[in-house]
């Protein structure tokens, strides 16, 4: 039998490490087609057509991505991924002294040499092998760049994410730290409306037998690719030819007359669905929550901004009526799209007409849902709130304890009727329903055993222990609290949280105090969930004064701790300077 033919894979010529090659020589090593190539100082990597890499050559900074084993290689070798790759490499990268490789499924891969954090692994060690970007494994990535110690990711999104060497302010980050060892986004450019749409490195020759330079473009407005017709040699017939007529293309009458129909009724529709989709913004109950602030969108941003008040804060605050009004409006809504739909139904050619239509319907029935979900959930809100109303003062304190008790439970079992006949309109606020239920029920079992043991002993009984011993503990809590750890934990974590101002820090360590806290007594503000009726509330009353009161005093603290570290930050610069 003949012996294969050897691959023809690329030809090679020009300057390469320190040889510089006059005559192209043609390259046959790697057995099938190759789709892009990486040619180092002393190797080379190759991409070929089934997405696979691979490396051979010299190299001991990692590149050949082949294991600490094989700093030298002589013939193409396979470079092995992590055991849970999927997917296939669609585009590779070479900086200085690292690779990175792109896959099919937006994942980001990177070897070799780390000493500014150029990989994105979030330190500075050498890579041998192939690691996966944790950073940007939650955005689909479209395209890498890698420009000596310097790396960047275009995701989906249109964000484009830098890492790597950032001397001078190189990597044009919001901040100047000379290296960034993970993937972080170029805020000045993550814009929704102007998004990136592709990266490019451009060089340009130095002056005067100097080094050239590279600097990076992002492209927002970019060009559609030249259609078949305005590539070079695109034409299908020379000009001039006289074109052969396809009977076959020809539209009859009817096709032609339904087609203009199918088009009329489009845009008639279309300018419906217009009017109703603003219709519905103006009613604004219902539209999803914001949960990205750096996103702002166009359509609902100019609404909240005349009243400065989030979908959040009106579903928490606005009245039931008003919500009960707007589910009222989505209602006439979806009235108005069905019956548009059923108008165009036996149509031809409504296809999409049908499909813009179902997706209008379904975003008001999502709304509507959610309203019917706020006004349950502020229901059952409303009767808890309810029962914070009953309240006993100190001086019937230890005088008619089973009063007190049979007072209670009335109430109890009248809001618990009240949370069993409320009507659930899905999963979560049945939920909700049921635990309130189930608390009530516990509840007023609690002061049922406690009526029973007061009528069995028929004295009155001594306070209960257990309730004023979680009081004490949480007393504990409020004392062992230490401002001064915050502050230090502060000041620790300052290497990854930065702080434009004094004033922003106080404010962060304010807020992050108050959580504590109140984490703490929040669950001590129900006065009849939470709460033994026979302790005195006077007793909960104190400990959430006293943890208010602490607030209070942690923000001047706190105040005191900042001026005093910039006072001797100010002195030892002084001291630095006269000596």
Known sequence: AM????????????????????????????????????????????????????????????CLGLGTDYTHCPDPRKIPFPSDFTGKVVDIQYGKHHILALTNLGKVYAWGENPDGQLGLNDTQTRYEPQLVE????????????????????????????????????????????????????????????????????????????????????????????????????????????????????????????????????????????DWWHHMLEVRHGSPYNDNPTQ???????????????????????????????????????????????????GRGTKNVKFMLSMFMDDCKLRREKIRRTVTARQLMDYKKAMNNITVSAADYGK???????????????????????????????????????????????????????????????????????????????????????YQECNLRGQNVTFDSEDEMLAFLVQSSDSKIDQIIQIDRDRMISRDLLIPSLCYDLLVENAELRKMCNTYQLKVMMMRDSKERNTNGLLAITR
């Open 135 to 274: 950073e940007l494994s939650r955005y689909p990535v479209t395209q890498i760049l890698a420009v000596d110690n310097m790396s960047y990711a275009l995701t989906k999104g249109g964000v484009v994410y830098a890492w790597g060497e950032n001397k001078e302010g190189s990597l044009a980050l919001e901040h100047d730290n000379p290296r960034v060892m993970k993937p972080e986004p170029m805020m000045r450019m993550s814009s929704k409306e102007s998004p990136v749409k592709k990266l490019q490195i451009k060089e340009s020759g130095g002056t005067g037998g100097g080094k050239g330079t590279k600097t990076v473009v992002a492209f927002v407005e970019l060009a559609e690719p030249l259609s078949a017709k305005e590539e070079i040699g695109g034409f299908e017939h020379p000009l001039g030819e006289p074109q052969m007529r396809n009977q076959e293309k020809v539209l009859s009458e009817d096709m032609e007359k339904g087609i203009f129909e199918g088009v009329d009724l489009m845009r008639q529709v279309m300018d419906n669905t217009q």
């Open 400 to 486: 008619d304890e089973l009063h007190r008790l049979t007072q209670a439970n009335m109430h109890l079992t009248r809001t618990l009727t009240k949370v069993r006949n409320l009507k659930g309109y899905d999963v979560f606020t049945k939920a909700l329903q049921d635990s309130l239920a189930e608390c009530l029920e516990c509840k007023l079992q609690v002061n049922e055993n406690e009526v029973a043991m007061l009528k069995a002993s028929r004295r009155q009984v001594e306070p209960v222990v257990a309730p004023l011993k979680t009081i004490k503990e949480r007393w504990g809590e409020l004392k062992r609290f230490s401002i001064y750890n915050l």
């Open 3 to 62: 012996a294969a033919a050897p691959d023809k894979n690329f030809w090679l010529w020009g300057t390469w490490g320190k040889r510089v090659i006059k005559a192209p020589f043609l390259t046959q090593k790697v057995p099938g087609k190759i789709r892009d190539v990486i040619i180092g100082h002393t190797f080379i990597i190759a991409l070929q057509e089934d997405g696979t890499l691979v490396s051979w050559g010299e190299d001991k900074a990692g």
């Open 296 to 346: 702002v969108d166009e359509l609902t941003d100019y609404q909240a901004k005349e009243d400065n008040c989030t979908a959040l804060q009106l579903d928490t605050f606005v009245s039931l009526d008003i919500l009960e009004r707007a589910s009222y409006e989505l209602d006439m809504l979806i009235q108005s799209a069905k019956a548009q739909l059923n108008e165009v139904k036996k």
